[in-house]
């Protein structure tokens, strides 16, 4: 029943990221290129209404992460985002009239197969992250953190090195919520409070990482990518990270293959990508 719920609060949770994405992409598509992968792009993008209501519907989505996290383990909540997918897919058909074809249909049944595997597959719980795993989430939280900065270095601004930061990004979030739940489940505050201070600032990266995406590419090319790492990366390392390891393997390894295809085919459908990016013009 636990894990029910935990995928349900997923579903949920991906449902108002969409919805985050989707008025947050509005706005970032408005916004001079030369912005990209800069402070001043949030900086402008924090003046608009829309887009703090997109960003006021991410917040809330992420408690509703941690308390799914709090009931089952990373490797079943994480690839339960990919629900939000098939909630866009839904509006674009419902609000927008678009017409569902094979590569919407093997999306959505994809991921709809693949979750419930992991649940079946996947450990119920996360269980504790071993030393060398918290060191692994510090190292992936600094890799997020400095992505952005270190793209702009680089000169790489474009749509697909943007989108795999903001991808890598969310999943560090995603590790580092489960830490922060362990540490307050224990007791541990100042443990909680370092996590979290991690966690905001991968957050403040993938957002920022997110919006240049965004404004370099079309949703079809970005969301795939997004989605498809934050969905699949804390999934994999779920194993390697803590002292839990999946009852079935070779049943969790196919199940999150196909989770992982399944959101590259749903995000590059036309249908969700107009239901993620409402109005907007290119």
Same mark, same amino acid.
């Given at each position: 029943?636990? +894990?029910?719920?935990? %995928?349900?609060?997923?579903?949920?949770? /991906?449902?108002?990221?969409?919805?985050?994405? /989707?008025?947050?992409?509005?706005?970032?598509? @408005?916004?001079?290129?030369?912005?990209?992968? *800069?402070?001043?792009?949030?900086?402008?993008?924090? @003046?608009? @209404?829309?887009?703090?209501?997109?960003?006021?519907?991410?917040? %809330?989505?992420?408690?509703?992460?941690?308390?799914?996290?709090?009931?089952?383990?990373?490797?079943?909540?994480?690839?339960?985002?990919?629900?939000?997918?098939? #909630?866009?897919?839904?509006?674009? #058909?419902?609000?927008?009239?678009?017409?569902?074809?094979?590569?919407?249909?093997?999306?959505?049944?994809? &991921?709809?197969?693949?979750?419930? #595997?992991?649940?079946?597959?996947?450990?119920?719980? $996360? !269980? =504790?992250?071993?030393?060398?795993?918290? %060191?692994? +989430?510090?190292?992936?939280?600094? +890799?997020?953190? !400095?992505?952005?900065?270190?793209?702009?270095?680089?000169?790489?601004?474009?749509?697909?090195? $943007?989108? &795999?930061?903001?991808?890598?990004?969310?999943?560090?979030?995603?590790?580092?919520?489960?830490?922060?739940?362990?540490?307050?489940?224990?007791?541990?505050?100042?443990?909680?409070?370092?996590?979290?201070?991690?966690?905001?600032?991968?957050?403040?990266?993938?957002?920022? /990482?997110?919006?240049?995406?965004?404004? *370099?590419?079309?949703?079809? *090319?970005? %969301?795939?990518?997004?989605?498809?790492?934050?969905?699949?990366?804390?999934?994999?390392?779920?194993?390697?990270?803590?002292?839990?390891?999946? !009852?079935?393997?070779?049943?969790?390894?196919?199940?999150?293959?196909?989770?992982?295809? !399944? =959101? #590259?085919?749903?995000?590059?459908?036309?249908?969700?990508? @107009?239901? =993620?990016?409402?109005?907007?013009?290119?």
């Amino acid at each position: 029943m636990r +894990v029910l719920v935990a %995928i349900l609060l997923g579903g949920l949770t /991906s449902a108002l990221y969409a919805l985050s994405t /989707s008025l947050q992409a509005l706005e970032a598509r @408005r916004t001079p290129a030369d912005t990209a992968l *800069r402070a001043k792009l949030l900086e402008a993008l924090a @003046r608009r @209404r829309l887009w703090l209501f997109g960003t006021a519907c991410g917040l %809330i989505a992420w408690p509703l992460q941690a308390l799914a996290l709090s009931l089952a383990s990373v490797a079943i909540v994480q690839p339960a985002l990919g629900l939000g997918l098939i #909630v866009l897919l839904v509006l674009g #058909v419902l609000l927008l009239h678009e017409r569902i074809g094979p590569r919407e249909l093997a999306g959505a049944v994809s &991921i709809a197969v693949a979750i419930a #595997v992991l649940g079946w597959a996947a450990p119920p719980e $996360t !269980g =504790a992250f071993t030393r060398g795993g918290q %060191i692994v +989430v510090v190292a992936l939280l600094a +890799v997020a953190a !400095g992505g952005p900065y270190l793209l702009r270095a680089l000169g790489r601004a474009d749509g697909l090195a $943007t989108s &795999i930061a903001a991808g890598v990004a969310w999943a560090a979030v995603g590790l580092a919520t489960a830490l922060i739940d362990g540490a307050l489940a224990e007791r541990h505050w100042l443990a909680a409070l370092a996590w979290g201070t991690g966690a905001a600032g991968a957050g403040w990266s993938g957002l920022l /990482s997110e919006m240049s995406a965004l404004q *370099r590419w079309p949703a079809t *090319r970005s %969301i795939p990518v997004v989605f498809g790492i934050e969905m699949a990366l804390p999934a994999a390392l779920a194993p390697i990270v803590t002292k839990t390891s999946p !009852g079935h393997t070779t049943s969790f390894v196919a199940a999150l293959g196909m989770a992982l295809g !399944g =959101a #590259v085919l749903l995000g590059s459908s036309r249908a969700v990508a @107009r239901a =993620a990016q409402p109005l907007t013009a290119p």
